[in-house]
């Protein structure tokens, strides 16, 4: 089936810049007729997996496949991965520092955000091998 | 040739053909991608021009100017009535504010108008609107309505946060619904002869019809930028005292105004005067557009209010100033230390004009749209977005600009939307390779 594919590389400790990539995501979707309500949630799905990815992760990707019937957000990174997911999943969680509490992050709801606005939601990750998510946010039709 | 087909004009510019050297500069620093060349020379702007002035700035020739009309325009029959915006007395370092007024009468006017009481007004009615409408997560951040190019750019690339856009009339609006019917009992003349001049910076407001944020369009006649009047000003302002700002330094014996009003044309001017400290101000077009992408990212939203300001520093940094940005910047300085920072109005006179709606608008901020023809492109489909992924791909262009677009992406969209040809590209058989690829792609 057709689909329109596009990657963006993320970086690790640069947050000024994560967050473009779903900008650049959002625009994209933006100049076709897609829904504005499933624009906002791809947007901010990537936006939080973009932050994770630079305060956490590594150095990564955010990928995004947009489909006749679904839009797929895949973000990798090479980062330390997640010893325990169930717990990193849980709202209010976090390992962030007491720095990037500062600047407005680890409010440990990252992941629970993006598990709430995506329509179906995929982590894969283990200690030392990165982490994996896949979101999949349904069209019905839309485009 | 006539003049109609040398010079174009767009809702607020004006392109001279004549000066034109084909650099594409104008194309490229378009934030809404407006602007296109096609076809040697045939400049063409399209329905998507916001009044931003870029074009303007980064002009080599002068070839891209505003459609002011000038002081020429000036009909001598009627009383005209000059409102003077705070920019303008930081174009004149170390002359006093009051002399500044009494020059632009020299070069004309019948009368000038300063603005600044209307200013503090509004950041009052601000400060209230904002702290009895806090907990409304729909609309906050609010966002401030005095730039007239962000609301363009809000409406072209942000539309559904039009609803953030604080209410309240701007203060140049408030005061031009009331200036009409005073000034003709006062000078007793008819209200019909009195035209309503408005000097600015800003290249967006020179064509009064295209002014219509709110209610301005029913008040305003004529507009002229700064830059138009400038070296006449100066020297009508230089034959009037010659004195400098030292002479008059008695701290705040000038009760006309307040160093508050002087800071207004600075970025974060606007907030200075407004008791909230979760306010933001941003200037410049690269980081307002940032900060709006945040906002409609839903981020933001421990912020109460934005100041958003298109021009870099804010209105001193206009494209129709006269001085440079830092220069002015430092002479509000001065100006703000020789005035001090108080206020002239009482809260209890201000607080009854709000709770009697005076400044509410009248015009929902969501039919702003209409207002101002500023247009959307048609969406695109799947298969379009991937044929012009396709198109970049054999393109491979370093976004030279021959075609008059301002990058190869942008000439893509143009083909796939039957608004440009294959031609105008300077990659060669670029119609037959993209035949090719559609081939291959169908035996695949």
């Known amino acids: 089936m057709a689909s329109f594919s596009k990657c963006y590389a993320i970086k690790k400790n640069d947050f000024i810049k994560a967050g473009d990539a779903s900008i650049k995501i959002k625009n994209l979707l933006k100049s076709t007729d897609i829904d504005p309500a499933i624009i906002r949630r791809v947007a901010v799905c990537g936006y939080e997996g973009e932050i994770n990815v630079a305060m956490h992760g590594g150095n990564g990707k955010i990928c995004i496949d947009i489909g006749e019937n679904q839009i797929t957000i895949k973000i990798d990174d090479d980062g330390p991965g997640i010893e325990d997911i169930d717990l990193a999943m849980k709202k209010g969680f976090s390992t962030a520092t007491d720095k990037w509490r500062e600047m407005g992050f680890g409010a440990g709801m990252g992941l629970p955000n993006m598990f709430k606005n995506a329509d179906k939601f995929n982590i894969e990750s283990e200690k030392g091998n990165g982490t994996h998510i896949t979101m999949e946010f349904s069209l019905k039709g839309n485009i | 040739m006539t003049e109609r087909e040398e010079n174009i004009y767009s809702s607020y510019f004006l392109y001279k053909k004549d000066l034109c050297e084909n650099c594409s500069e104008c194309i490229k620093a378009c934030p809404t991608h407006a602007i296109r060349i096609r076809r040697k020379k045939n400049l063409r702007f399209l329905d998507k021009c916001i009044g931003c002035g870029e074009c303007i700035r980064v002009c080599p020739t002068g070839a891209m100017t505003t459609a002011s ?26 002359i006093m504010a009051t002399d500044v007024l009494a020059g632009v009468e020299k070069i004309g006017f019948d009368l000038s108008v300063d603005l600044t009481h209307f200013l503090e007004l509004f950041q009052f009615a601000t400060e209230e609107y904002i702290k009895r409408n806090k907990s409304n997560d729909e609309q906050t951040p609010y966002i401030s309505p ?88 100066f020297h009508e302002i230089s034959k009037i005292k010659k004195k400098n700002l030292d002479l008059y330094c008695s701290g705040k014996s000038n009760v006309l105004f307040s160093g508050r009003s002087f800071e207004w044309g600075l970025s974060g001017g606007e907030i200075a005067g407004i008791n909230n400290d979760k306010s933001i101000a941003v200037s410049g077009l690269k980081d307002t557009i940032a900060y709006l992408e945040k906002i409609d990212l839903g981020l933001l939203k421990h912020i109460d209010y934005l100041e958003l300001r298109i021009c870099p520093e804010g209105c001193i940094g206009g494209a129709l100033t006269a001085i440079d940005k830092y220069i002015a910047k430092s002479a509000i300085r001065r100006l703000v230390n020789i005035y001090g920072k108080g206020r002239r109005l009482s809260k209890e006179k201000i607080m009854k004009l709000y709770d009697d709606g005076y400044f509410f608008t009248t015009v929902d901020t969501s039919e702003i749209k209409d207002i101002y023809g500023v247009k959307q492109n048609e969406p695109l489909s799947l298969d379009q977005l991937m044929e012009i992924d396709e198109l970049v791909g054999i393109i491979k262009g370093r976004n030279c600009g021959v075609c008059g677009a301002p990058d190869c992406k942008t000439f893509a969209e143009d083909i796939v939307r039957g608004k440009a040809e294959f031609e105008d590209c300077l990659v060669p058989n670029l119609k037959q390779k993209v035949d090719k690829k559609k081939a291959e792609n169908k035996t695949e």
């Open chain 2, 146 to 233: 005095i730039c007239p190019i962000v609301i363009r750019l809000i409406t072209h690339k942000f539309p559904n946060l039009l609803k953030n856009v604080l209410p309240l009339e701007r203060p140049v609006a408030l005061f031009s619904a009331e200036i009409k019917e005073n000034i003709s009992k006062e000078y007793k003349v008819a209200e019909e002869d009195i035209e309503l001049w408005h000097i600015t910076p800003c290249p967006a407001k020179i064509i009064s019809k295209k002014t219509q944020f709110l209610n301005e369009k029913k008040y305003i006649n004529k507009s002229i930028g700064v830059n138009d009047i400038y070296v006449e000003l």
């Open chain 2, 69 to 94: 009309k000038g002081i020429e325009d000036l009909n001598k029959d009627k009383f005209n009535i000059a409102i003077v915006s705070p920019v303008i007395y930081s174009q004149f370092p170390d």
